[in-house]
Every structure is written in C-alpha cells, then in structure tokens.
C-alpha cells in the first residue's frame, strides 16, 4: 500500500535556529514527490517537486532534497512567518492514468521570535 | 504560479439542505479536477476526480450519491454536498493541474469550508 509518513508532528523553533522535516514514503514507483505549505484555512502553497534521488531544490530560506524512501525539507534560519503546516505528498506511478496525490500527516511548524 | 479559485470560502447550512462548491481555473483549462476533504488536524484525503465531459471517479468509500461532482467546463467543477449531516462539516478543497498528462504539480483551490448545523 503506498503511504505516506511525515515527522515530526509538530516542530517548534527560535528564529534563526535551522532544522529539517522529515518525509518517509512507500510507494510502487514514484512519479513525483511534491512539498506543499499551507497556513490555517487556507489551500496548500505549492513549494517543489523533486522527481529522482539525489535531486534537490531550494527557495529562499527552504531546500528540499529526495532520496529513494525519503525527503527532507531543510529550513535554514527561519523567520516567525516560516510558521506554518508543510504536506509532503507523492504521486505514484500506478495507477497511472491520474495526477492524484498521497499525502503525508504534516508537520506544524513553529517559529517563534 | 497557476491559479485556482473556490467559492465560497465558508458555508453553513441547516442539516438536510444542499449545498454546492465551486472550483474555477483562472489561468489554465483543466481536464481534470481532483477534490479532497481535510478534517481539523488530518492531512488532505482524495475523494473524487473530476473529469470534464464524463463522469468523475471516485474514491473507495466516498458514496457518489452524497458528493455530487459536475466538472461542466474546462474550467468549472462543482461538488455539491447533497442532504449535508454535521459529520459532513469539513474542509473541501480542490486542486488542478494545468498540465496535460499525469506531470506536473497540482495547484489547490484555497479551500471551502462547510460547517452542517
């Protein structure tokens, strides 16, 4: 069964103070894996998709990194306005016809100043 | 980025009524459409995909019957919540690709969320 586990739960962190979050997957093959931001109410912030090992991507204070049964999302020096839930989410290969994601638990995050 | 609008944004409704959720690409035709329901502190659970011109899939345990879908353009899909109980109350959002085939990130709606008195 595919599934998707992110930890921890929840974080919380002094501003400046780096981390990383974490995202284990099982899936029959991986067509994608994609992190996602999303604050209270509101729909998820797409962030990055990484589609091999070994390959990483980055955006501002975030770099996501992938790896064949996990990926990582590093936030370096976060500031309070970093606080927020982040979804990691695959989309498998099978089946094959659809764009449809799995996703994770989340991860809430807090910054604080 | 692309985007993608719901509305509204927060419904409440009596038990037993209906209510119906619309979700609009902007920018970008969308074949189809995917809607996913999030409880309080839960992650996002696929219900249904919306296919434009035919009939949506939906996902085991999700009764077709309560979750009316329409996806009547290359831009709308609608979910309509049919005779809403409180255990309907949640946090629907829906998402689209503006890719063609299976590539390519989802863009997600910010979300509509139904509180069935």
């Known amino acids: 069964e595919d599934q998707v586990t992110q930890s921890p739960e929840a974080l919380r962190l002094q501003e400046g103070e780096s981390s990383s979050l974490n995202c284990s997957y099982t899936?029959?093959?991986?067509?994608?894996l994609f992190w996602y931001r999303q604050d209270p109410g509101k729909g998820p912030e797409f962030l990055f998709t990484?589609?091999?090992a070994g390959e990483e991507k980055e955006k501002e204070r975030l770099k996501a990194t992938l790896t064949k049964k996990e990926s990582f999302l590093h936030i370096t020096a976060p500031k309070p306005e970093d606080s927020a839930t982040y979804l990691c989410?695959?989309?498998?290969?099978?089946?094959?016809?659809?764009?449809?994601?799995?996703f994770g638990q989340g991860t809430t995050l807090q910054v604080k100043p | 980025g692309a985007v993608v609008s719901q509305h509204p944004s927060r419904v409440i409704c009596k038990s037993g009524t209906s209510v119906k959720i619309e979700c609009r690409s902007l920018?970008?035709?969308?074949?189809?459409m995917f809607w996913y329901r999030q409880f309080p502190k839960q992650s996002l659970m696929l219900m249904a995909t919306?296919?434009?011109?035919?009939?949506?899939?939906?996902e085991q345990g999700v009764e077709k019957d309560k979750f009316l879908i329409n996806h009547a353009s290359l831009t709308l899909s609608t979910l309509t919540v049919t005779s809403a109980h409180p255990e309907d109350s949640s946090f629907y959002i829906c998402?689209?690709?503006?890719?063609?085939?299976?590539?390519?990130?989802?863009?997600f709606g910010e979300g509509s969320r139904l509180t069935v008195l």
């Open positions: 990484l589609y091999s």
């Open positions: 899936v029959s093959g991986l067509r994608g």
């Open positions: 919306s296919n434009e011109g035919s009939k949506a899939t939906y």
């Open positions: 998402s689209a690709n503006p890719r063609t085939g299976n590539t390519g990130e989802l863009f």
């Open positions: 920018d970008f035709q969308a074949t189809t």
């Open positions: 989410a695959v989309r498998p290969l099978w089946p094959g016809n659809t764009g449809k994601l799995i």
